[in-house]
Nanobody
Framework: QVQLVESGGGLVQPGGSLRLSCAAS????????MGWYRQVPGKQRELVAT???????NYAASLKGRFTISRDNAKNTVYLQMSSLKLEDTAVYYC?????????????????WGQGTHVTVSS
């Protein structure tokens, strides 16, 4: 069974920084795209950033320059470095990954979500 476990959320003042981590565990054969999404109550979940296994990245246009996504393939972990945080960055941040697992019928590719970590930007 595959799990994505996020950490690093919390309360931060405007202008501050936070680093989120998301570690994948289980019978993992490989991980393709990993990414971060965020959601505020009453709104749709939105893309923050994604990163391919080779390191290519994609960002929401409004966040590029303040947020940096990275990954450690050896640790099956993706990171999100957030800086110059604004009040409107307050949200639940979710990790997402396309993971290949070892199954009895052969390799199986599925998309997984983490449970979410709260980020609150407030003075």
């Amino acid at each position: 069974q595959v799990q994505l476990v996020e950490s690093g959320g919390g309360l931060v003042q405007p202008g501050g920084s936070l680093r989120l981590s998301c570690a994948a565990s289980g019978r993992i054969s490989g991980i393709n795209t990993m990414g971060w999404y965020r959601q505020v109550p009453g709104k749709q979940r939105e893309l923050v950033a994604t990163i391919l296994s080779g390191g290519s990245t994609n960002y929401a246009a409004s966040l590029k320059g303040r947020f940096t996504i990275s990954r450690d393939n050896a640790k099956n972990t993706v990171y999100l470095q957030m800086s110059s945080l604004k009040l409107e960055d307050t949200a639940v941040y979710y990790c997402n990954a396309d993971i290949i697992t070892v199954a009895s019928m052969g390799p199986l590719l599925r998309n997984y979500w983490g449970q979410g970590t709260h980020v609150t930007v407030s003075s």
